[in-house]
């Protein structure tokens, strides 16, 4: 199993420009509703704003002319990620983890880190390991062969097909969209229809 997961960032390190981007957008797209579900839960924000952040990141892709300020986004992004000290529910760590990977994300856009693609792939990955370590669900020896666990590389792995193989930006970027959310839940399993 640690063979997989190696692959599976070896291949995100190698996604460069466009890609990386829609890869990590596409992450979020599973990433993002667990913020959102913590805002609705304790009133902490709307979380239109890190929507709003995300739909950017898309439209850089699909537009890449498009005249957007990142840096007023990643402003935004910062100032809206909650802080653990001041909640006592787990829900703050998947909040943390979307808003963090958003973060990455931007800076990926801005070139600022060319990693980012592989900072959110490790997060939304370590979200799905924390949420069943924390539920009870999975121990740190059955962690990686839980179905959740599994479903989350194997969506990785579909995603990194999709965006290799594609070679227009904006077709591609719908198809990882759809790929992303064609389960209907978050990458710990919230449903995304609720």
């Known amino acids: 199993m640690a063979q ?16 990386a981007v829609a890869f990590s957008a596409a992450l979020l797209e599973r990433m993002l509703p667990n913020y959102q579900l913590f805002c609705e839960l304790t009133e902490y924000d709307d979380g239109k704003t890190c929507r709003n952040s995300l739909d950017l990141i898309w439209e850089s892709v699909c537009a890449p002319r ?8 990643l402003e935004k992004v910062e100032a809206l990620t909650p802080d653990t000290s001041d909640y006592d529910n787990f829900g703050v760590y998947p909040a943390i983890d979307a808003a963090i990977a958003l973060a990455a994300t931007i800076n990926l856009v801005r070139q600022d880190d060319l990693q ?4 959110v792939s490790k997060l939304s990955q370590g979200s799905v390991e924390a949420y069943l370590l924390a539920s009870g669900e999975a121990t740190d020896d059955t962690v990686r062969d839980h179905p959740l666990m599994q479903f989350e590389i194997a969506t990785q792995h579909a995603l990194l097909e999709c965006v290799e193989s594609g070679s227009k930006p904006a077709a591609t970027a719908a198809e990882l969209r759809t790929l992303a959310l064609d389960e209907g839940i978050s990458n710990i399993g919230i449903d995304l229809s609720a």
């Open 116 to 119: 980012g693609a592989v900072v």
């Open 4 to 19: 997989q997961k190696l692959t599976t960032f070896a291949r995100v390190r190698a996604l460069e420009g466009w890609r």
């Open 66 to 73: 498009s005249k957007i300020n990142f840096a007023v986004q």
